[in-house]
């Protein structure tokens, strides 16, 4: 094993020291927890470093057989290519910077050693994930994932909504799940391996089936269509818990392990990858113009951003939508942790009244209350709406070039809806939380500076920078060393939409949000409660059958056979013992009568005798 | 040093002495016990010492044991002969390992103290008799002697409608071992010792009758017969042992025997008992007649997925903490038939995997459920809520029961059910036995296991504290409820982390199941 292996194989192992060390400290030194995963988690990320700038070009797998069965066998390990050591960089950092923010988030909470250990759990399932050589391994730490999320969502466990949402979670990735084991199953089938490097597959019916049911799976994860409301509801959970799940652990899962099987994915695949991301880009668009819920929209704003990352992997343009993925994890993780520093110093003002602070029409002003949250949450969106000079931009010039070159005009019409719709929604955002006067008179401080930190350090991770050959480029296309060549007329064409865009939402402004996710969240939840019903009610038929039928039937035979041992007795009674009894009776009978014979009498005996001898002569004279 | 004989006797000689001790000494029941069970634990480890990975049977002992001559229909023979192998080597540790936490779970039975130690330590040495026992003779015997046990200690011990469930249970499994017991004569009849020269040696050696040279031509199971005999024997075997397992439509005795019974016997019901069926059918109902196994895998199969769905559906809808974990288990063993009927090595080595792991974690359940009845005599789930604001620690056990028990990969139920799948999605390219859309509709079962344990721990566990029940304290966690989860938590987290420990012992007997025994029929049987 090779130094940089080694160092990254430290750095899965630190998170379950992390872990382990919130799990066993004792409550009177909780205080304690916080800091030194925080800490620890930190080192990790830097650690990663090494690896990641030493050669970009290395690639290396360490791997040791975990199990086998005759010819089949599955290994653990660890898979060390540019791709992977930039996707566990990136999980480490907005780990690293969860952990921190939740320093000051959850400073007045209790349990912190359950939410820590968790994190801990958390980060290295979803190294373990990037790390692994083998798609049963991935499916593991994939599930382990869903356990991590259902945890950590259900935090506040005394809450029933909270208990409700991380049930709805698991149980609405576990049925993606369900179809990555299908699809990782026909796989194996198909190709004999598991293993990353060694799993190809010809484009049959079978490679398709296996695709699109792996594919299923990361429908749940990462929350697309049809799979996706579980997302809105996992709000429940604290904000730097949401944070993870959408920049760099549960969702992001999905995008990844896609980044890693579209090689074997057939076209037809694809073409199913396509649909489903714009179909979710598109509502996912619309669900976040429709809510109110600040961490709602950003919700359905991950929805809508994954979404476009699954359609450019459906046309085939990996680079562009892995890209986006690490440049997401950025922004998006500030916008968690901005929006977590407004919510913390909002709850701080209004002293738990009877206000729902994540409601945007309740807030206003912020920016000069918190000035340094506002210029973090501003540049992330800035990137989110793909603004130039942030990496927003970059990674959506990619996915629309590859869209251009498809030379399919609803595809780019399509495209150019979404460039359009993303800077309208969280323009109005910004606007309702920093910019509009505020509609109540509270005193709010800006948060403290160890929740500062993180937001500005994503922020700041969220800039392009002019490198020497005079490209722009951000940490991520510079470490992946990816050619970006971005058409002028793209290049117009988008400064142009993004421009229309902002230019719509500044007059539309003061156009008051509509409180409504009817179209989407209530249509899915109905159709889920169906499905769930459904099964409940098929739950109680078939215990109802089992009491009804299959017990009912073997009481009968039992009924049966005691009636029949009734019938059997009665026989024994009457007929067999009343044969006996007949017997016995014609016995008493004929012994009652020999009996008054039998008398005892010397007599009678003689008489008797004197009878019968008188009988025998009187036969014998004849 | 005999130790298969020592695991097996000890407790049934210590069940004797201790019926010399006079019932009024309660305190030295229990603790003589948990010396036997002590003592097997250590003779265990030292098997452990003694195991060779590579061979196959070992710790073999054999003794002759009844030897009858009967002039012209030959000669009777059965044997005293244990072994263990891949097979039964992991469900003997885990007797050892199950019968010790039963004990401790016992610790505080008030009625009739003697009687129902005795009993156990009966039980203990019926239950490893019947995993060691090759010779079809003596594992009736050993089959026969755990239904009594179980009789009383249900019937006595048990719950409220305590008579009706022993009755009902004993019924059942009586109706198995009759079935078991005619294929049993009618194998009898037709196999003869392979060396016998001039007499007709009739024996019951199991691994004689795993060869089918050995049956005696024209006999009434001869292969070599168009074997619509053989076939019913496969099936009246099958059937003798899925009541065992409990396969659907034959469970019904389960939910009221766990429900009822306490929590010890519970256990072992679940953890023990369960697992005699799926071991006979993997030792004496596919081995013996492949041919059987071929013709109807369509069906083991399917009664397989059905007990999946089925029992998951019933779990779903149960209301009682106790009966929703016996569904579980109906649910759970339907992978057992599933992985058998795929015949494949992976599917078999799932199958041992999985009688194990469920073995530990639905002795788990049970101790869980167990927890809650000590402290207030309920185990209705809609009585509980935001348990896990009493008793903290008491809700990790669950978590990790629960968990372990609908799958989650670090615990050994991901492994076994795995395996199982990766046995019956290849089976259809590799021996058609099993169609492809079975696994994949039994699939759903673990969706479905994760509703109902999810929809449980939310209802039960989260949400505010509240309890619909009399009761003195809630409290949590005792030191000795500790000593008994721990080791299981363990044990499920173990062989699930580090699958190949387990799968050393294993793979050796999947390996034979499928390329000897199971070949050689199918191939003998065209």
Redesign the interface.
């Known amino acids: 094993m090779s130094n940089s292996t080694t160092i990254l194989l430290i750095t899965l192992l630190i998170p379950v020291v992390s872990a382990g060390i919130a799990f066993s400290v004792k409550e009177k030194y909780g205080w304690f927890i916080p800091i030194i995963c925080s800490l620890l988690i930190l080192s990790a990320a830097i650690a990663i470093l090494f690896p990641l700038f030493s050669d970009p070009q290395l690639t290396e797998q360490f791997s040791k057989?975990?199990?086998?069965?005759?010819n089949?066998k599955i290994s653990v390990g660890i898979l060390s290519t540019s791709i992977t050591r930039l996707m566990a960089a990136v999980v480490l950092f907005v780990s690293a910077m969860v952990h921190i923010f939740s320093i000051g988030y959850m400073a007045d909470e209790k349990n912190t050693d359950r939410y820590f250990g968790f994190l801990g759990v958390f980060t290295f399932a979803m190294l373990g994930l990037v790390y692994s050589t083998n798609l049963?391994i991935t499916?593991?730490?994939w599930?382990?994932l869903g356990?991590c999320s259902?945890?950590l969502i259900?935090h506040a466990?005394?809450?029933?909504i909270?208990?409700?949402a991380?049930?709805k979670a698991?149980?609405i990735t576990?049925?993606g799940d369900?179809g990555f084991?299908?699809g990782l199953?026909?796989l194996?089938?198909q190709s004999g391996t598991l293993e990353f490097t060694y799993v190809s597959t010809t484009s049959d019916a079978w490679t398709t089936t296996a695709g699109v049911f792996i594919f299923l799976g990361v429908v749940g994860k990462s929350a697309q269509f049809p799979l996706f409301n579980w997302l809105p509801d996992a709000m429940q959970g604290p904000t730097p818990v949401s944070a993870l799940i959408h920049a760099a652990t549960m969702v992001a899962a999905g995008i990844f392990v896609l980044v890693q099987l579209v090689p074997v994915f057939t076209p037809d695949t694809l073409w199913v990858m396509t649909w489903v991301g714009i179909t979710s880009a598109l509502m996912g668009a619309v669900g976040a113009w429709l809510v109110t819920d600040i961490k709602k929209i950003l919700a359905y704003s991950t929805i809508s951003q994954l979404g476009f990352m699954i359609l450019a992997l459906g046309l085939g343009e990996v680079s562009g939508a892995f890209t986006h993925l690490l440049h997401h994890a950025f922004f998006k993780a500030g916008l968690f942790l901005a929006a977590g520093s407004i919510i913390h110093v909002m709850h701080q003002a209004t002293h738990q009244a009877n206000v729902d602070v994540q409601d945007i029409r309740n807030l206003g002003s912020l920016r000069k209350q918190m000035p340094i949250t506002f210029i973090g949450f501003a540049i992330c969106a800035a990137a989110l709406a793909g603004i130039p000079g942030t990496t927003g931009y970059l990674s959506k010039e990619l996915v629309l070039t590859a869209v251009h070159n498809k030379n399919l005009w609803w595809l780019e019409l399509v495209v150019w809806t979404i460039a359009f719709a993303t800077p309208l929604y969280i323009f109005r955002l910004l606007w309702f939380a920093f910019l509009k006067p505020a509609t109540h008179e509270l005193k709010v401080n800006e948060a403290p500076w160890i929740m500062r930190i993180p937001v500005v350090l994503l922020a700041a991770g969220s800039i392009t920078f002019l490198f020497r050959s005079g490209h722009l480029s951000s940490f991520a296309t510079q470490l992946l060393q990816t050619e970006i060549e971005i058409p002028t007329n793209i290049m117009i064409m988008s400064l142009l939409v993004t421009g229309v865009s902002l230019l719509t939402a500044c007059l539309s402004r003061n156009l008051s949000p509509r409180s409504s996710e009817f179209l989407i969240q209530n249509f899915l939840d109905v159709f889920n409660l169906s499905i769930v019903r459904l099964?409940?009610f098929?739950?109680?038929?078939?215990?109802s059958f089992?009491k009804k039928w299959?017990?009912r039937s073997?009481h009968t035979l039992?009924y049966g056979k005691v009636a029949l041992a009734h019938l059997t007795g009665w026989a024994d009674r009457n007929i067999v013992d009343g044969s006996v009894h007949g017997v016995a009776w014609l016995a008493r009978g004929f012994g009652g009568i020999t009996r008054s014979v039998v008398n005892g009498k010397i007599q009678s005996y003689l008489l008797w005798a004197m009878a019968g001898l008188l009988i025998f002569i009187i036969w014998m004279l004849n | 040093m005999p130790y298969l004989s020592l695991l097996i006797f000890i407790p049934v000689v210590t069940a004797l002495v201790a019926l010399l001790i006079p019932a009024r000494y309660t305190r030295a029941f229990p603790w003589l016990t948990i010396g036997v069970n002590t003592l097997q634990v250590i003779l265990f480890a030292m098997m452990i010492l003694n195991y060779n990975l590579d061979a196959g049977l070992q710790l073999q002992e054999k003794h002759s044991w009844i030897s009858l001559s009967l002039n012209n229909w030959g000669r009777l023979q059965a044997e005293y002969l244990v072994a263990v192998d891949g097979l039964s080597f992991p469900l003997v540790g885990l007797s050892v390992l199950i019968m010790l936490i039963a004990t401790l779970s016992s610790w505080n039975v008030s009625k009739s103290r003697k009687g129902y130690f005795t009993l156990l330590l009966i039980l203990n040495g019926a239950i490893i008799g019947s995993f060691c026992a090759l010779d079809f003779l003596l594992f009736y015997v050993f089959f026969e002697f755990m239904l009594l046990p179980m009789f009383f200690l249900i019937g006595i011990w048990g719950g409220p409608k305590r008579e009706y469930a022993s009755i009902?249970f004993f019924?059942y499994t009586l109706l198995g071992s009759i079935f078991i017991l005619i294929v049993m004569i009618g194998l009898y009849l037709s196999v003869q010792l392979p060396e016998s020269s001039t007499e007709v040696v009739h024996t019951f050696n199991v691994l004689h009758m795993q060869n089918l040279q050995n049956l005696i031509p024209g006999s009434v199971l001869d292969s070599a017969k168009t074997g619509s005999w053989r076939l019913w024997a496969f099936a009246l075997l099958f059937i003798g042992f899925a009541i065992k397992l409990p396969a659907v439509?034959f469970?019904?005795w389960l939910?009221d025997a766990h429900v009822e019974a306490p929590t010890a016997i519970s256990i072992i019901l679940a953890a023990l008992l369960l697992k005699i069926g799926g071991y006979g059918i993997l030792r004496f109902v596919y081995p013996v007649f492949p041919d059987g196994a071929v013709y109807f895998s369509d069906w083991v199969a399917g009664i397989g997925v059905v007990s999946i769905i089925?029992g998951a559906?019933?779990?779903?809808?149960?209301k009682d903490l106790k009966r929703l974990i016996a569904y579980s288990s109906v649910s759970h063993m339907g992978f057992v038939l599933l992985g058998i009927a795929s015949a494949t090595?992976?599917g078999i080595?799932g199958v041992v995997y999985q009688m194990v792991s469920h073995g530990i974690i639905s002795a788990m359940l049970f101790l869980i459920a167990g927890v809650l009845y000590d402290r207030t005599h309920d185990r209705l789930i809609e009585n509980y809520s935001?348990l896990?604001?009493q008793m903290k620690h008491y809700t990790v056990f669950v978590?990790i029961a629960f968990?372990a028990s609908l799958g989650?990969?670090?615990f050994s139920g991901?492994?076994g059910e795995?395996?199982i799948?990766?046995g019956a999605?290849?089976s259809q390219?590799l021996n058609n036995l099993v169609p492809l859309w079975m696994?994949?509709v039994a699939?759903?079962g673990?969706?479905?296991g994760?509703?109902y344990y999810?929809?449980t721990?939310?209802r039960m566990?989260?949400?505010?504290?509240s309890v619909r029940a009399n009761f003195a304290e809630l409290n949590d966690l005792t030191s000795r409820e500790y000593a008994m989860l721990l080791p299981l938590a363990i044990a499920a987290l173990l062989f699930g982390i580090l699958?190949?420990i387990l799968?050393d012992y294993i793979?050796p007997f999947?390996?034979v199941f499928t390329n000897t025994w199971f070949s050689f029929g199918i191939n003998a049987n065209p």
């Open positions: 057989t975990w199990l086998s069965i005759d089949t049963l499916f593991c730490f599930e382990l356990f259902y945890r259900a466990q005394q809450k029933t909270a208990a409700q991380a049930t698991f149980l576990k049925t369900i084991l299908i199953l026909i194996w089938v099964t409940v098929t739950g109680s038929l078939t215990s089992d299959i017990d073997i039992a | 009902k019924l439509p469970h019904t939910p089925y559906l019933n779990a779903l809808a149960s090595t992976e080595a935001g896990a604001s978590l968990f989650l990969p670090g991901f492994i795995v395996l799948f990766f999605f290849q390219s696994p994949i699939t759903l673990l969706l479905l994760a509703a999810l929809w721990i939310q566990f989260f949400g505010p504290f699958p190949q799968l793979n999947a390996e």
